[in-house]
């Protein structure tokens, strides 16, 4: 939330700062051309090339991420403090060596108030932590003692160069830089604090954001708690990451493919599908949706903590999510990301292991080649390499709801076995594996006994070929329910381990 809410703020306060950094490094190189101080000018002359370059990309983009604004904000207060420090130090050493002591200290005495201002004005108006406010503010706050020391040793026989660093002449700028530097963190802490609040306050109209709850590939996902229900929900950002990329498209694809998640969800009613409740653009031009909150676990997060499922407890899981899918794929929608961190297990009132899944934020309508091709950024494949079916990996055929049921095979795979389908050591070799390689039955690699109609059904949902697999989820989800299974899965059993192992969820 921090991090979006400072995003936001940097970058237009970024593009004002520029503007007028730019002005005055242009003032400065002037009055150094006209002093004679060519080298200073030519320093001063840089920095405004510098700080105009890094305004017009400021005005030419949309969206940065925040990396890219934390370095663009160091470009441009770092060109505005060379371009002082120069200037400054070019008009204390010409006084200095002409011998005049009382023009020297009072060039020194106006770079200081210059700086004073500088690191004031960035940590009042930067959005930023305090600790790193503080690792710009005070190498900042000791650039006028280092250009007097340095005046110094380049004229150490003149007399009056000693009384440029005296305590008598140092001592009131040390304090003026010392409530300088407690002003600026002081205000960094109030600023930040007050733009927290304020998209906390402005993010969902009704709802107030509680704690960040975790991570998906289009947002950040947030507790949040409705003002006059009390009902608890989950609220979903646009990631900051998301707010820029390599080019300039990427940021407008980013918004479209999250605007498109909401809308998609929207349209879908299977119970076994996330609900959504709200959509919209917040006051503070943030896209945002709200969604059910989900009182459990991921299938992922439920494995790797309580190793793999019984056999009739994934067969459980699974005819949900194809009830889901189902659903999606009657609307002519393919998720093309099911894998477990996408399908929660959850406590849904007095029912236990209620299956939901989510994030459909690659999701994409069958016979709608156009959209894809404008959301998806070309020639790469989109989804999780373990969960990927070879036709979205080699590109080479048309996607539909066949590759649903391939990933929805490979998390079968991985509830009873605990282990992914393919466990090459790299990404692409896991790619190069679902394309080539023919899988192991899960009864080869799992812990407990696998019904061989299982191992049959697992098999033909991950086969390489679309045709070899069942055509739909309604045909997978009837081999599922007719799969003989040691022991049927009810809802007290399931309520039995939610007591047990998740008492507190």
Known sequence: MEDLATAMA??????????????????????????????????????????????????????FSLRQLRGLELMTFGA???????????????????????????????????????????????????????????????????????????????SLVSGLVSTATTMPVLVAMTVGVAVAILGTLLTSKYRAGYMRASMAGMYDLVEKIGTGGMGEVWLARHHLL??????????????????????????????????????????????????GLSQSGVFYYVMEYLDGLD??????????????????FLLQACDALGDAHDHSLIHRDIKPANIHACRMGIKY??????????????????????????????????????????????????????SLGCVGYWLVTGRPLFESGTPLGVLVEHVKTEPSPASQRAEVPIPPELDRILLKCVAKKPDDRFQSARELADALAACPVPENWTNARAEQWWKLHQPQS
């Open 10 to 63: 940097l970058q237009p306060l970024l593009r004002g700062a520029g503007i007028v950094f730019a002005f005055l490094s242009a003032v400065l190189a002037v009055r150094d051309f006209l002093a004679g101080a060519t080298a200073a000018g030519i320093v001063s002359s840089v920095s405004v090339v510098a700080l105009a370059g890094a305004t017009a990309l400021l005005f030419a983009r949309r969206m």
């Open 80 to 158: 505005m403090g060379v371009s002082l420090a120069v200037s400054h130090y070019a008009r204390i050493l010409t006084a200095t060596t002409a011998g005049n002591a009382a023009a020297a200290t009072s060039y020194w005495h106006e770079a200081a108030l210059h700086f004073l201002l500088l690191l004031v004005a960035y940590g009042i108006l930067v959005p930023n932590t305090w600790r790193r406010a503080v690792f710009i503010v005070l190498p900042t706050a000791a650039i006028p003692f280092v250009l007097g020391l340095f005046v110094r040793s380049q004229n150490p026989e003149a």
């Open 230 to 279: 009390s009902r608890p929900a989950a609220i979903k950002l646009i990631r900051p990451e998301l707010l820029g990329g390599s080019d300039g498209d990427s940021g407008a694809r980013a918004l479209r493919r999250f605007e498109r998640e909401a809308q998609v969800t929207a349209k879908l009613r299977s119970p076994h599908t996330v609900e959504l409740y709200d959509f």
């Open 299 to 316: 299938l992922a997060t439920l494995v790797e903590r309580f190793g793999p499922v019984p056999v009739e407890r994934a067969v459980h």
């Open 353 to 406: 292991d209620f299956i939901k899944v989510l994030d459909f934020g690659i999701v994409k309508q069958q016979k709608d080649q156009e959209e894809s091709q404008t959301t998806t950024a070309e020639g790469t494949a989109t989804g999780t390499p373990a969960y990927m079916s070879p036709e979205v990996i080699t590109g080479t055929q048309p996607i539909d709801a066949r590759s649903d049921l391939y």
